[in-house]
Structures are given as structure tokens and as C-alpha cells.
């Protein structure tokens, strides 16, 4: 029985394919490199390029504080619970003479927890009077300078 010597490499893979040649690997590696490096960059120039946002883009979730009537709506329907909100009661005299104090809920905190939300839009929704908003988390950038 014949035995292979150490020094001898079978023309084939044991699947049967061919062995490459040595360096065709990095021969390919090269041509790679080389077609990419001809091509034009694609890099999008930010701060400066507004990127062009889709009409029904979802993007940051805002709240007008002095709009708000903290009904609470907006968190009990967050489907991730990620929006919190403290209060506390206020009593306001009454309008008329002879009439009776009211009282009413003040927002005290407004707090949405960023790392949790889906951007789902619920708590838009729900908002009876649209204190919350969403708007395009392009616009919330700081503005550049024009000199």
C-alpha cells in the first residue's frame, strides 16, 4: 500500500473543485480594491446636505407644554411605556363671585424615554387637541451659521 508523501499535495480539494493557484486570492483582493477605488464616493455631506425625508417620516415626539391638560392618554396608550408623566392639582378661584374653586391638573414633568420608544405615532393620535407633535428629527438640529 502506497503511502502519499509528506512534501506531495493532491491536485484537488477533497470536494472534488481544483486547487487555485497560489496568490489568486489576493489577486482578487486587489482587483476589488482597485475597481472601488475608481468609482465616485457617495458620502453624504450632513450637517451641511439636508437629507430629502420620505412625506411620512416619523421623527422626533414633541409636547407644547402650555397646551397640555395632562390627560395622561399619551402614556396609558404607549404600547412601550416609555412616556412619563408627574402632575399635581391646583385649585383656581372661581370665575364669578359666589361660584365654586376648581381644581386642575399642572404638568410638573414631560419625559419620553428615547432608548425605549418605537416612534409609533400612537401617542400622537390619542392626543385630544395635538399638544403632542412629531416632526422630522432633521429640523431639531442647531442651526449653521451663514458667513
Known sequence: MPTASPDHRP???PSGRPR???GSGLAK???VTLRTMTKKTVTAQYPDVQPELPPRTRGVIGLF???CTVCMLCARECPDWCIYIDSHKETVPP???GGR???RNVLDRFAIDFSLCMYCGICIEVCPSTRCSGRPSSST???TSTS
Open 11 to 13: 491536485s484537488s480539494t
Open 20 to 22: 487555485p493557484f497560489p
Open 29 to 31: 483582493g486587489l482587483a
Open 65 to 67: 407644554e402650555e397646551n
Open 95 to 97: 370665575a364669578a363671585p
Open 101 to 103: 374653586e376648581r381644581s
Open 141 to 143: 438640529r442647531r442651526p
